[in-house]
């Protein structure tokens, strides 16, 4: 066999390494864990909810609301930890987004209150992202376990495990803002119609006024040439 045909076919056995070696760290590869929890939900008049939701020691909290639909759009939120203490609040606003890090170990409470108004109902949609609260299967200490094989084509096992992590954030990211994405435009639909129904409402109030006021000139100009009295020859 000539050099060349030795020189391909050792290229050619380490990229199939390769190959194999980044499926099989894709396949087994536990990422951080990351939680992203999504809900909606109608938030009656004169009510306060509270959702609670637990949290790991030494991690991260994102919480994003927005009220999609509902007369005035807004809502009161706050965020209480473990142990009873405030950490954000907002008056009467139509979204928000907060973070809480580092966290504690307990449940955070999480509230959404209407009791300002008496009688619009409001639907609220949220997302709770927690992030640095533990893997499965060891994370790091699996990694640090692992023997590192000798570098082939300058590769090394650790620059695998950073792309693949890398590509993992990236989709998730990609998810969530898609996510929130869908609210907005939720948000934005049931605005357009809202105010669909509010200018034919109004359009057509104005068209009878129009009518009436119409026959009423009509009504004031006949009665004008009209004359009731009879003339004696």
Known sequence: MSVRGRRASFISAGVRFIVILGLSVASCWPFR???????????????????????AKNGSM????????????DVDFTIVSPHGYLL??????????????????GDYRICFDN?????SEKMVFFEV???GQGAEGGGDDE????????SMLEYKLEDIRESVESVHRRLERSRQMQTLLRA???????????????????????LLVMLGVAL???YTLRSLFHDKRRVHT
Not at 37 to 50: D, K, M, Q, S, Y
Not at 88 to 103: A, C
Not at 115 to 119: A, D, L, N
Not at 184 to 206: G, H, M, P
Request: aromatic share 12%.
């Open 143 to 150: 990694w640090a376990d692992m023997v590192e094989p000798e």
């Open 115 to 119: 009791s300002f108004s008496r009688v």
């Open 216 to 218: 009423t000139q009509v």
């Open 88 to 105: 954000t609040s907002d008056f009467r606003k139509s979204d928000g987004i907060h973070t809480v890090e580092p966290t504690e170990e």
């Open 33 to 55: 864990q990351s939680q992203d929890i999504e809900f909606t939900f109608l938030l009656p008049p004169g009510r306060v909810e509270c959702f609670y939701q637990p949290v």
């Open 129 to 131: 992202i927690l992030d």
């Open 62 to 73: 994102e919480v994003e609301y927005q009220v999609i639909a509902g007369a005035g759009m």
């Open 184 to 206: 907005f435009e939720a948000r934005d639909r049931n605005l357009l119609e809202d105010n669909l129904w509010r200018v034919s409402f109004w359009s057509c109030v104005s």
